[in-house]
């Protein structure tokens, strides 16, 4: 029987331990009761992990190798709604650590930074199909991939439902040519007065058809070949002229009897 004064105490006093990331020491923990650390707001992408016990004598050899795979959640459900000549860009946040704001990409490009809110008012945008985006940032600076996609077809509307025009723009007449009415076709693109007159060859005024304040729209406006005295006229080639604020056009037509 082995004598109890002669047995060696072998036993080691830890001190703590050190936890690296991707073989680069991240903490030091010189409390032997914690067991657990929190390696906080990283940005996306793998990681390795081990930890090494501090003894007296030293450090020990590195645990096993833990992999870890941190994903920034890009905003859901994105959605893209015409709102008269405007587009309103909506989406859910995404559930994860805190986050920082939002940027709104257009076809790709960014068109808005530090956006607090879930929402974004995209103002007069033409009429066109759109693909809209939104990312993430979170703390640290730190952005997510880009959401879904949110394709919209805009076309641009009044109050009133009614589309808006992309260009001010006097398009033609049909039947050209005509007898005894033609259909004189014209776009608005911003509310403002608006004349569309009939000039014979020689320039002189024969109808005033529009002389008016219009509102943004396609408008048709049909000519009964009769002069501003309620009289028909002659055959022959006339021109109609459009004046708006920032634009003029004159077109020919044919009356043939």
Same mark, same amino acid.
């Given at each position: 029987?082995?004598?109890?004064? =002669?047995?060696?105490?072998?036993?080691?006093? !830890? $001190?703590?331990? &050190?936890?690296?990331?991707?073989?680069?020491?991240?903490?030091? !923990?010189? =409390?032997?009761?914690?067991?657990?650390?929190?390696?906080?707001?990283?940005?996306?992408?793998? /990681? =390795?992990?081990?930890? $090494?016990?501090?003894? =007296?004598?030293?450090?020990?050899?590195?645990?096993?190798?833990?992999?870890?795979?941190?994903?920034?959640?890009?905003?859901?459900?994105?959605?893209?709604?015409?709102?008269?000549?405007?587009?309103?860009?909506?989406?859910?946040? *995404?559930?994860?650590?805190?986050?920082?704001? /939002?940027?709104?990409?257009? +076809?790709?490009?960014?068109?808005?930074?530090?956006?607090?809110?879930?929402?974004?008012?995209?103002?007069?945008?033409?009429?066109?199909?759109?693909?809209?985006?939104?990312?993430?940032?979170?703390?640290?600076?730190?952005?997510?991939?880009?959401?879904?996609?949110?394709?919209?077809?805009?076309?641009? $509307?009044?109050?009133?439902?009614?589309?808006? *025009?992309?260009?001010?723009?006097?398009?033609?007449?049909? *039947? +050209? *040519? @005509? +007898?005894?009415?033609?259909?004189?076709? @014209?776009?608005?693109?911003?509310?403002? @007065?608006?004349?569309?007159? !009939?000039?014979?060859?020689?320039?002189?005024?024969?109808?005033?058809?529009? +002389?008016?304040?219009?509102?943004?729209?396609? /408008?048709?406006?049909?000519?009964?070949?009769?002069?501003?005295?309620? &009289? $028909?006229?002659?055959?022959?080639?006339? @021109?109609? &002229?459009?004046?708006?604020?920032?634009?003029?056009?004159?077109?020919?037509?044919?009356?043939? &009897?």
């Amino acid at each position: 029987k082995r004598n109890e004064d =002669d047995i060696t105490d072998y036993t080691r006093n !830890i $001190t703590g331990y &050190k936890v690296y990331r991707d073989n680069v020491e991240i903490v030091d !923990i010189n =409390d032997p009761a914690i067991v657990t650390y929190n390696d906080l707001a990283l940005p996306g992408g793998d /990681y =390795d992990y081990y930890i $090494t016990a501090i003894y =007296d004598e030293g450090e020990s050899v590195p645990s096993n190798i833990e992999s870890v795979t941190i994903t920034l959640p890009a905003p859901e459900n994105p959605q893209a709604i015409s709102q008269l000549a405007d587009i309103f860009i909506s989406w859910d946040a *995404p559930v994860n650590r805190s986050l920082s704001h /939002y940027k709104v990409y257009r +076809n790709l490009v960014m068109i808005a930074d530090d956006i607090m809110e879930t929402s974004y008012l995209d103002p007069n945008v033409p009429n066109g199909t759109y693909t809209y985006h939104i990312r993430a940032i979170y703390s640290g600076g730190y952005q997510s991939a880009l959401s879904a996609d949110a394709v919209i077809e805009h076309i641009q $509307t009044n109050a009133d439902g009614i589309t808006i *025009p992309v260009v001010t723009e006097l398009t033609g007449n049909y *039947p +050209n *040519p @005509f +007898n005894p009415t033609t259909t004189i076709s @014209f776009s608005i693109k911003e509310a403002g @007065f608006v004349s569309i007159d !009939i000039y014979n060859m020689k320039g002189q005024l024969v109808k005033t058809l529009v +002389n008016e304040q219009l509102d943004a729209a396609y /408008y048709n406006i049909t000519w009964n070949g009769k002069d501003n005295s309620n &009289k $028909t006229i002659s055959s022959g080639v006339y @021109f109609y &002229k459009m004046r708006s604020s920032n634009y003029t056009a004159t077109k020919k037509m044919i009356l043939m &009897k």
